[in-house]
């Protein structure tokens, strides 16, 4: 079994930066794709970036390109997402997630595993 933990969230103006981290606890997550979702209120949870075993491959969602930067560091069993330019549109509680194999995927069906959010609120 693994267990993540999300940490990191707060209260940042626009224009500020955020660092999120993900603790995989349990068994290492080195095979596992990872990513990293958030939920708004009133809205579908959404896939906002992803990385896989390897870190070779990353993807983002087209409203945080440019913006954010997945990472992770296997010998911590972390996974990390760095949250630049912030706005208020990316206000939502953000969740790390433990794909079956070592793709990342968009669909959050393909997760096995989810922290417990941590939530992230920029003030304009």
């Known amino acids: 079994q693994v267990q993540l933990a999300d940490s990191g969230g707060g209260v940042v103006q626009a224009g500020g930066s955020l660092r999120l981290s993900c603790a995989a606890s349990?068994?290492?997550?080195?095979?596992?794709?990872m990513a990293w979702f958030r939920q708004a209120p009133g809205k579908e949870r959404e896939f906002v970036a992803g990385?896989?075993?390897?870190?070779?491959?990353?993807g983002y969602a087209e409203s945080v390109k440019g913006r954010f930067t997945i990472s992770r560091d296997h010998a911590k069993n972390m996974v990390y997402l760095q949250m630049n330019s912030l706005t208020p549109e990316d206000t939502a509680v953000y969740f790390c997630?433990?794909?079956?194999?070592?793709?990342?995927?968009?669909?959050?069906?393909?997760?096995?595993?989810w922290g417990q959010g941590t939530q992230v609120t920029v003030s304009s």
């Open positions: 349990g068994r290492t997550v080195s095979r596992n794709g």
């Open positions: 990385i896989s075993s390897s870190g070779g491959t990353t």
């Open positions: 997630a433990a794909a079956r194999g070592g793709a990342y995927y968009t669909a959050s069906a393909q997760y096995d595993y």
